[in-house]
């Protein structure tokens, strides 16, 4: 699938790297922007947040 999209990229090889690179950048700042933070209000699908240190103060 990579290889594929590198091959349909236009332009000579530096700018399909430079091009590539921004996808890539592109997807894993939409990933942290938007998808993970909704998923995370799905607390019974992942329960990512749950913290278990300082749960209970025992003295």
């Not at 990933?31 to 003295?59: H, K, N, R, Y």
Request: overall charge negative; cysteine-free; hydrophobic content about 60%.
């Amino acid at each position: 699938m990579y290889a594929w999209i590198f091959r349909h990229l236009p332009g000579p090889l530096w700018v399909r790297i430079l091009t590539a690179l921004a996808l890539a950048a592109s997807v894993v700042l939409v990933l942290m922007v938007w998808v993970f933070p909704w998923f995370s209000e799905f607390s019974f699908l992942a329960p990512l947040t749950d913290s278990t240190i300082g749960g209970s103060e025992t003295q």
